[in-house]
T-cell receptor
């Protein structure tokens, strides 16, 4: 069963690139890695999904090394509105695995 | 627009009472999930369903039950509420469940229900 570990918190300034790493040492062959963003008093919102190498969408990039035991969410040029909690979630086929990390609180300052 | 709703948004109940939290989605998704969120624990899966008449236990299912009689709804029942079940509960749904073809595991979350058991 994949267990995920993330830093509890990170600080950044507006305009900087932020990289949040999640460790998932026991990830299974068919598991995918997904990341979510959560604002206070709201449900989590999907950001990005990946299996290996690099995935990029309009808001973030996801880097996954060849051994897949970790993944790094990269947020380019953060703004104050990116202050939120970020969760990694390892997902197995037919949700045989559904393991959320405990989340990383990102605080972006002016 | 399609959405996922939860009701009530806030609930206070007493120990020992039965409580049911509603979740309704109009995405027509087959997969639905219930999570609880507690400080220091993040999100933990309670139950999930692949479709009508299907339910499965998650990591923290003791004291909770679900039933799936239609595609749109997955109510969560606390049979006998305990103080340890004070939490924020999130419902989610998704379309894709995996397989040979690639797809998105994106889950759409509801706004949450804050439950307090006194």
């Amino acid at each position: 069963l994949a267990k995920t570990t993330q830093p509890i918190s990170m600080d950044s300034y507006e305009g900087q690139e932020v990289n949040i790493t999640c460790s998932h040492n026991n990830i299974a062959t068919n598991d995918y890695i997904t990341w979510y963003q959560q604002f206070p008093s709201q449900g989590p919102r999907f950001i990005i999904q990946g299996y290996k190498t690099k995935v990029t969408n309009e808001v973030a990039s996801l880097f996954i090394p060849a051994d897949r035991k970790s993944s790094t969410l990269s947020l380019p040029r953060v703004s104050l509105s990116d202050t939120a909690v970020y969760y990694c979630l390892v997902v197995g086929v037919r949700y045989s695995t559904l393991t959320f990390g405990k989340g990383t609180m990102l605080l972006v300052s002016p | 627009d399609a959405e996922i709703t939860q009701s009530p948004r806030h609930k206070i109940t007493e120990t020992g009472r039965q409580v049911t939290l509603a979740c309704h989605q109009t995405w027509n998704h087959n997969n639905m999930f219930w999570y609880r969120q507690d400080l220091g624990h993040g999100l933990r899966l309670i139950h999930y369903s692949y479709g009508v008449q299907d339910t499965n236990k998650g990591e923290v299912s003791d004291g909770y039950s679900v039933s799936r009689s239609n595609t749109e709804d997955l109510p969560l029942t606390l049979e006998s509420a305990a103080s340890s079940q004070t939490s924020v509960y999130f419902c989610a749904s998704s379309e894709f469940a995996g397989g040979v073809a690639a797809g998105s595991y994106e889950q759409y979350f509801g706004p949450g229900t804050r439950l307090t058991v006194t």
